[in-house]
């Protein structure tokens, strides 16, 4: 079955500290593998995307990740983290459905930024 | 600016009412869906839509409904709320074959 883990549930980091979420996926096919990230009272905005191709792949908000086919993981990076970032970031894998496409999601990673 | 709106954030209801949850969506979007956010468990996909009339069941349909009346509107259907249907639902739109999921602001329901 497809599911997405995200094995960290909550993560503190100090500004301008570089970050890491982790993200590993099942998935059978080829995955498309995403990061949304959802600030508080606030809907889901899409961070990045993977569709095939370069498996390093740069998104809004200085954010980047890397797909490691072999490892099943989908890391979200950032170099410098802003006071900003603080959220809860989502993990999910594009999947075919019975010819429809659906996406699974992790369970997410609450980030808290300390000044 | 493109847009999901869900008419309500907050909502609380008693047990054993009927709830509707409503979404619009201005984009012309073929694909709609409800999912449920519960902490530590994600997003969990309820209900979705591929076209006007249309439905297929996700991950936790059960106690659930869906209606597709116009393709801009996706109602959520709560026959008989339960005090475990508390959480908050988020609905979603996107192109036929796009995962580029467009999300609304979501709905906090409460069940009493």
């Known amino acids: 079955a497809q599911s997405v883990t995200q094995p960290d549930i909550h993560i503190t980091v100090s500004e301008g500290a570089s970050l890491e979420l982790r993200c590993n996926y099942s998935y059978g096919a080829t995955p498309y593998l995403f990061w949304y990230v959802q600030s508080p009272g606030q809907g889901l905005q899409l961070l990045l995307k993977y569709f095939s191709g370069d498996t390093l792949v740069q998104g809004i908000k200085g954010f980047e990740a890397e797909f490691k086919r072999s490892q099943s993981s989908f890391n979200l990076r950032k170099p410098s983290v802003h006071w900003s970032d603080a959220a809860e970031y989502f993990c999910?894998?594009?999947?075919?459905?019975?010819?429809?496409?659906?996406?699974?999601f992790g369970a997410g990673t609450r980030l808290a930024v300390h000044p | 600016d493109v847009k999901v709106t869900q008419s309500s954030r907050y909502l609380v209801k008693r047990t054993g009412e009927k709830v509707f949850l409503e979404c619009v969506q201005d984009m012309d979007h073929e694909n709609m869906f409800w999912y449920r956010q519960d902490p530590g468990l994600g997003l969990r996909l309820i209900y979705f839509s591929y076209d006007v009339k249309m439905k297929e069941k996700g991950d936790i349909p059960e106690g659930y409904s869906v209606s597709r009346e116009k393709k801009e509107r996706f109602s959520l259907i709560l026959e008989s709320a339960s005090t475990n249907q508390t959480s908050m639902y988020l609905c979603a739109s996107s192109f036929w074959q796009d995962y580029g999921y467009t999300f609304g602001s979501g709905t906090r329901l409460t069940v009493v």
């Open positions: 999910a894998v594009g999947v075919d459905s019975g010819g429809y496409n659906k996406l699974i």
